[in-house]
Nanobody, 126 residues
């Protein structure tokens, strides 16, 4: 089992930046592709960004390109999500997720992800 714990959420104002972090523990996750998803009130969970375990390949949802950056530190077993220029429509619970893969190709489809954190709330005020 892989345990994921997010941190860094909290109330911010429009235009602010915020950095979320996810710490992985338990089963060694050196070959885990890691992703961030979010769920806004009354909406489906959606993909935000992900990073592969090999060579750090990253993919982003269209809305995240240019403003969000995902990164990982394999030595610390952490994956971060830097979010800039946050807007009220970014208000959501942000969750970290992971799946073990022999392929470095990263997936945006949440069905691939076997392990999930509890999520951290990010309310963005206007």
């Amino acid at each position: 089992q892989v345990q994921l714990v997010e941190s860094g959420g909290g109330l911010v104002q429009a235009g602010d930046s915020l950095r979320l972090s996810c710490a992985a523990s338990g089963r060694t996750c050196t070959k885990c592709n890691m992703g961030w998803f979010r769920q806004a009130p009354g909406k489906e969970r959606e993909f935000v960004a992900a990073v592969g375990w090999s060579a750090g390949k990253t993919i982003y949802a269209e809305f995240a390109k240019g403003r969000f950056t995902v990164s990982r530190d394999n030595a610390k077993n952490t994956v971060d999500l830097q979010m800039n220029s946050l807007q009220p429509e970014n208000t959501a619970v942000y969750s970290c997720a992971a799946y073990i893969s022999i392929a470095a190709q990263v997936q945006a489809d949440r069905a691939y992800y076997d392990y999930w954190g509890q999520g951290t709330r990010v309310p963005v005020s206007a």
